[in-house]
DNA sequence: TGGGCATGCGACCGACCAGTCATATGACCG
DNA sequence: CGGTCATATGACTGGTCGGTCGCATGCCCA
């Protein structure tokens, strides 16, 4: 947690470095992100972050569980289940984690990084919680789908995963590929974003459920017979 | 590329430096991990490293791109691909990417390391080479899927980016999740691996196959209700 | 025996890092 | 005015890094 005298701060200058530090995390791993980098750029000298932050742990901390999230729900705009199926609210729901990614893309780098391996015990242990809560929230809404009779009977620890990198990094490397452009070139353009319409981002959700409700094989294929004795799908 | 003198060099000198640089760079990204510490766990003077390779990158780029490969093929014996049908090839390449994260999990952890994002342009080039050969072997993969009439009708991109993660990153997350343990804990134990059977890693993959396949959707949902405008599959 | 050459070696260099500390500043209060 | 207290600041510390350099060692051939 910040000290108090952070949220004391001149709201420019406080601006100014949690700006900085978000472009930091963002283009690189909490290990190679320099605070001095930080604090140069945000024309603060280093004596005065350690007024404001414990150490480097504290501000990425803060970053990760506060402030990222805070204008995460901002952009998404806490809309919830919008009504209609199951799978309508899921093409909503990844339409929207790909607007926030083209639209904010270094809070989404930032929010992605959790699943990013790490050798520092403390770090790890702030990733593996952000990821545990994402997939308690994902495992959640699958078994709501099942009781809804959307889902068919699944393996529900395994399909949580799966469905959690489809809709996560799957997604991540799908949007880019559309956009013709690597992760960091995404983070440091601004007008790379306009190239992936809404109507666009509509359709790859579309096609992205599409896969995660029916898969791939053909339809005559996928009924006809049952993959490998029997055991898919009943 | 090493120099000529790292050929020549007595083989148990030679291995203790390969075996710490694998060591190493499967725990850390390539700029975290440490020369310093390869060098000297593996027992050779820093100074004698530059008479082997040119630099950092040259080991790091010749573990990428040859060693680690070597020893991924040597692994999988060349299996190919071994008759059946083509899902049935496909059930039993991801058992054998889980048994070489299980078996050989440095390995496997540097393989996957070309997909971490880094804001190093040498190295990016690097990763984006290798990521980029897998993605254009799994996409002819699916071609010839679609070719047999295994396949429905895909939008190819986004099916070969979705199935990368899903056998890549989606399994490996699977597979640590049955093990109970965290990527630098099977990195670091022996005994962890042999929790993961043969057998079970046949019916993880069936499952794995039969979501590709089928998708989640209930067996009547999914074909009497074509998501949205009848855009799937058809 | 002696010269040449591949190799071994560790002290050393400059750069960068996270974090500290002594001092300076300036607002508020009596 | 003098005193106190929150805050600002940048030089500094101790450490690690990738990479270099000059010297030592020892084998091969004359």
């Known amino acids: 947690m910040p000290k108090e005298t952070f949220f004391r701060l001149p709201p420019a200058r406080r601006d100014r470095l949690v700006d900085e530090a978000i472009v930091e995390f963002a283009e690189r791993s909490y290990v190679e992100a320099s605070l001095s980098q930080i604090a140069k750029r945000a024309r603060i000298p280093k004596g005065s972050f350690y007024q404001y932050f414990e150490d480097k742990l504290d501000l990425y901390r803060w970053l990760l569980t506060d402030e990222v999230p805070r204008r995460k729900r901002a952009f998404l705009g806490e809309d919830g289940a919008t009504g209609a199926s199951f799978w309508e609210r899921l093409a909503l729901h990844i339409e929207r984690g790909m607007a926030f990614l083209v639209e904010h893309p270094q809070l989404a780098r930032i929010s992605a990084a959790?699943?990013?391996p790490t050798a520092l015990p403390e770090v790890r242990g702030l990733h593996r919680a952000i990821c545990?809560?994402?997939?308690?929230?994902?495992?959640?809404?699958?078994e709501e789908g099942i009781r809804s009779g959307a889902l068919g009977k699944v393996n529900l620890e395994l399909a949580t995963r799966l469905v959690a990198t489809v809709i996560g990094p799957g997604l991540t490397d799908v949007v880019l590929a559309e956009l013709g452009a690597e992760l960091h070139e995404v983070l440091a353009s601004d007008d790379l974003r306009a190239r992936l319409s809404a109507r666009r981002r509509r359709a790859l959700a579309d096609q992205t459920v599409a896969f995660l409700r029916s898969g791939l094989g053909a339809p005559e294929d996928s009924l006809a017979t049952p993959p490998r004795g029997g055991k898919a799908r009943a």
């Open 114 to 116: 959790a699943a990013d």
């Open 132 to 142: 545990d809560a994402g997939l308690d929230e994902l495992r959640a809404t699958l």
